[in-house]
Each structure stands twice: as C-alpha cells, then as structure tokens.
C-alpha cells in the first residue's frame, strides 16, 4: 500500500514541473519522489491502472522501471544519500505486489516510514541551539522565533507555507460534504480521488511532512498550535487549522468492512467559556470528508447527568455517541485504558483516531508513551491528538503547574508516534 501512497503524491508533486518537458529531469535535492515521478512519465510506456484515481504505473513494471534505471544511472547511493535515515523506504519502493488486488486490499507494510519537511529538519537539527531542551521555567527561551525570525535560513519557506495553510483551509472550508466513502468503495475504486484535494499543489514550498501511512501531515513546529499565535495570541490560541490531512490516503488505507472509532478521552462538554467542544471539530471534519464515525466513546471524568450530556451532543452523533462518565486509566491491563479496549474489540482494518486531553500527565504520558512503546498499536491507531503540557514558554503561563518536560521531549515523542505510522497532531 505504500509505494502506491508514495507515487501518488510523487506524481501529483511533481505535474507542474514535468509538463512540457521531454527530457527526463536531473536528479535532484527535491528527493526521490519527484524522481519516481519522472521515471514514471518519461521512462516506461507500460500498462496503467486507477490506483490514484489518474492513470498510473501498475507496481510491478513501475518497481522494474527504478531498478533498472538506478542500475543505469547508479543511483542506488544517491537515493542513500538523499533518505539516510529510511533504508525501509527504499525495500518499500522496490517491492513488487498483486496488480489485480484491489487497492483496499493491499497489505500495510510492517515497517512505516516518515519523512520530514525541510524546515521540520532543520528544527531537529538545531534544537539544542534554539533552547529546546530547556525545562527551567527561568531558562526557556520562545519558539516563536521559528516563524518571525527573517535571519533564520527557513523564514522564506515557512512565510510561504503560512500562506498556504490559509489557502488549503478555504479549501477544506469550501468542500462540500459527501457519503460515506465505504459506500462505494466496492463498484468505485476512484471514490479517493473525491476528497483528494491536491495537497502538493496547494503546497508547493514542500513543507509538508510525509508518512507511508498516512500521507501529507503538518510539520511538527512548536510553538504546536497555529503560527498566527505568534502575532495575535488570544485570537489565535484555539484556531485549529494548522493540522493537515490527507483524506485520500486515508480512503484508499480505506475497506468497505472498515469500522470508523473515535476514542475522546477528555470529553468535557464545556470549553473555556462556552466555546464549541474541540472534539466536534473532528467529528464533523471526518463526516464531511466521508468518514462518519461509528463509534464515539466519549471519557469524561467531570460529573454529568444524561440529560446534560444528551443536550449538548449533536443530533446527528447521537447514533454512535458513547458516553463514559470516568476517568480514564494507564493501567495496561485496566478496562478503563481506552486503548486495552481498542486492542481487545477492533483491528488494522478500521479507522481509529484518538484524542487525549485530560490535563494530568501523571495519567496522559503513560498513554501516549504505550502508543509509542507497543508494537501492537503500529497499524491500530491511525491519528492521535494530544496536548502535550510542556515547558514551552508561549503556552507554559496557560498550562500552569500541569507541564513537566521540555520542547524537544514533545518533537521526539510526536516525531517517533510519526515513525511508527500514528499520524500524531499537537491538540489544543
């Protein structure tokens, strides 16, 4: 499933660039995708299939063509040294598959690969230079600075990706909601190309990070919320479109058997002061994009009472809505660990996206470190959203006594959730 993830978005990157153009392009640091893309358009006349919704290689010729093109040209060391950290992205590339299995059908690699963005690396790369690993209170430099600071190598690029983000979010806002996506995947393989919104296009400064699992992601930059916070912090604060998702790979990670979960853990009904319930904002950002949820299980340690809970939650959720009135619990083995029952009741074939947000790390980081730790949670979960109470100084003064850590202990836990194939969002 991954190569087919990859060539799609290598394709779609890469359109621009290529048309017009009858000669292969050079390689380049734009990397392998766009190489693949222009071995694919300007190498092989071969067969084609619908796997992206557009005509495309079928995989086995597609992954004969780079091995002998890398073989002609002795690219294989150059391919090393574009991705030195992601030997399993190359075996994934090279690895043939079943062209007449339905694209639902195809197995999940074991072993996911992620890809930063250009600026995400450079955050990871200075780190220690821009303070962090700071955990002191009185020692904790802004992280702001990543995004306002012009002398930075990276301002040029994330200026730009700043205002594509408030492209692609028109183009989120403006979408017009669909059915549920499992109801044609059986008679219509092309059903993803429906909620492909072309995100290479509306993203051309390549900011972007990539998953095999789960495709384009945001960057993971602090200061974890919207960069307009750094210009206008109390209007910006709750703005929750800097995450980025790529709805079409997740429809064709997609089984018309699939079961869709949302797991809420910290499911107040109230939010600082009569703001909508963050949660909502998912449910109808998946609904609109044809992915209905199934199953809300909705944890609330706070105190309710059914005809509270019952008037607050929308009609149209009330079908799937599950509503716990406990605590949760980090207990591996307790029935109050969402993710215990996760594992005991669903499996790799469904959509399962969880939220944590319960303001107590003593209870937050053991599950978000079981979800980092367990194999058994690779393929399983598919997006996790978490706030992460750190010592982050533009968020520290918001979060009060509940932080306990450093900047670089949120990019290392969100960035290696990331590596395991978890699509992990900074919550707000």
């Known amino acids: ?46 067969r084609h299939s619908r796997l992206c919704g557009r005509k495309f290689l079928t995989i086995p010729v597609f992954g004969s063509a780079i091995l002998i093109w890398a073989q002609l040209v002795g690219f294989s060391s150059r391919i090393s040294s574009l991705f030195p950290q992601s030997p399993l992205m190359i075996e994934s590339l090279l690895s043939h598959q079943n062209e007449s299995t339905p694209f639902y059908e195809s197995s999940n690699e074991s072993k996911p690969f992620y890809q930063s963005s250009s600026a995400e690396r450079y955050m990871l790369d200075n780190a220690m230079a821009l303070g962090y690993n700071m955990s002191s209170r009185n020692s ?17 690029n994330l200026s730009q990706y700043l205002k594509e983000l408030t492209n692609y979010t028109k183009r989120v806002g403006a979408f017009k909601p669909i059915q549920d996506l499992r109801l044609s995947l059986h008679e219509n393989h092309d059903i ?26 945001e960057p993971m930059l602090p200061p974890f919320r919207h960069p307009d916070i750094c210009a206008n912090y109390h209007k910006s604060i709750f703005n929750m479109n800097y995450m980025v998702h790529d709805f079409a790979q ?14 809420d853990m910290g499911a107040s009904l109230e939010f600082h002061g009569g703001r909508a319930q963050p949660a909502i904002y998912l449910t109808n950002l998946y609904r609109k994009f044809g992915f209905p949820f199934d199953h809300i299980y909705a944890y609330e340690v706070s105190p309710k009472t059914p005809q509270q809970v019952f008037k607050a939650v929308p009609e149209k959720l009330l079908a799937a809505y599950h509503w716990i009135n406990l605590g949760v619990e980090s207990d591996p083995k307790s029935k109050m660990n969402p993710l215990r029952m996760l594992l005991d009741n669903y499996n790799e074939d469904d959509l399962i ?19 980092l730790k367990d194999e058994r949670y690779t393929g399983l979960i598919d997006h996790f959203y978490f706030e ?25 836990l969100f960035m290696g959730l990331r590596e395991k194939g978890i699509a992990a969002h900074s919550w707000v």
Request: hydrophobic content about 40%.
């Open 353 to 371: 996206v969880v939220k944590l947000d319960i303001d107590t790390p003593s209870i937050e980081l053991p599950l978000a470190m079981q979800l």
């Open 192 to 217: 993803c190309d429906t909620v492909d919104l072309d995100l290479p296009a509306i993203f051309p400064s390549q900011q972007l990070s990539f998953g095999s699992s789960f495709g384009a992601i």
């Open 250 to 263: 997740m429809c064709r990670r997609l089984k018309p058997t699939s079961r869709t979960i949302l797991v």
């Open 1 to 46: 499933m991954s190569l087919v993830a990859i060539s799609c978005w290598a394709r779609r990157k890469m359109t621009a660039r290529l048309e017009g153009s009858q000669s292969l392009p050079p390689v380049s640091q734009d990397g392998l995708l766009g190489t693949m893309t222009a071995v694919s358009n300007h190498v092989i006349d071969g």
């Open 140 to 156: 904790l430099k802004p992280t702001c600075p990543l995004w306002t600071d012009q002398k930075l190598p990276v301002h040029y």
């Open 388 to 412: 992460h109470h750190v010592n982050l100084k533009e968020l520290v003064g918001a979060w009060g006594a509940s932080v306990n850590g450093s900047v670089l202990d949120s990019i290392n």
